[in-house]
T-cell receptor, first 112, second 114 residues
Framework: ETGVTQSPTHLIKTRGQQVTLRCSSQSGHNTVSWYQQALGQGPQFIFQYYREEENGRGNFPPRFSGLQFPNYSSELNVNALELDDSALYLCASSKSSGNTIYFGEGSWLTVV | AQSVSQHNHHVILSEAASLELGCNYSYGGTVNLFWYVQYPGQHLQLLLK??????LVKGIKGFEAEFIKSKFSFNLRKPSVQWSDTAEYFCAVNAGGNTGKLIFGQGTTLQVKP
């Protein structure tokens, strides 16, 4: 167990809807990052949050947004869902001073 | 742009065979390098990491990797695989000092036959 927990584990949404995914980071970790892993692919970096602000973003459109809370937990929000958004969404946490990232088990999103 | 390339997409081995998975990255500066494993239905698990120092690093479950700076490579090895090593293996690079941003390769599926 990595201490990174995500919810929900599975969900199905309809194209055009909005979804919120949640993540609790490992104790003592103040940096949270989100990744999208499509079937058969490696994870792709979406963005990172540190001290409640976005601190680095990958090649994802603005309809992918996030929040980090004072307790370092985080949310990933995706608006106007598209079929290609179907993927495993991974949350990862790390210490700002460290370089090892620990992943949660992910949330499987299916868009129909 | 930074990128990571894993040469083998699908590897099939018999138990006790030796394993080497290739990984090359493109980035000219200082990098941190990682190998992660993803067992079926489980989360990404860190196998080993290289930050600095001895370029030969040892990880969990008998895995090791060698960083060759001149070749921009970080190949994963194991002398004798077991059936339980069947999994997806990902090489990743952390560059530019952004702690949370990893660039992953596309992964290698390892299937070990008993």
């Amino acid at each position: 167990e990595t201490g990174v927990t995500q919810s929900p584990t599975h969900l199905i949404k309809t194209r055009g809807q909005q979804v919120t995914l949640r993540c609790s980071s490992q104790s003592g970790h103040n940096t949270v990052s989100w990744y999208q892993q499509a079937l058969g692919q490696g994870p792709q970096f979406i963005f990172q949050y540190y001290r409640e602000e976005e601190n680095g973003r990958g090649n994802f459109p603005p309809r992918f947004s996030g929040l980090q809370f004072p307790n370092y937990s985080s949310e990933l929000n995706v608006n106007a869902l598209e079929l290609d958004d179907s993927a495993l969404y991974l949350c990862a946490s790390s210490k700002s001073s460290g370089n090892t990232i620990y992943f949660g088990e992910g949330s499987w999103l299916t868009v129909v | 742009a930074q990128s990571v390339s894993q040469h083998n997409h699908h590897v099939i081995l018999s138990e006790a065979a030796s394993l080497e998975l290739g990984c090359n990255y493109s980035y000219g500066g200082t990098v941190n390098l990682f190998w992660y494993v993803q067992y079926p239905g489980q989360h990404l698990q860190l196998l080993l990491k290289y930050f600095s120092g001895d370029p030969l690093v040892k990880g969990i479950k008998g895995f090791e990797a060698e960083f060759i700076k001149s070749k921009f490579s970080f190949n994963l090895r194991k002398p004798s695989v077991q059936w339980s090593d069947t999994a997806e293996y990902f090489c990743a690079v952390n560059a530019g000092g952004n702690t949370g941003k990893l660039i992953f390769g596309q992964g290698t599926t390892l299937q070990v036959k008993p």
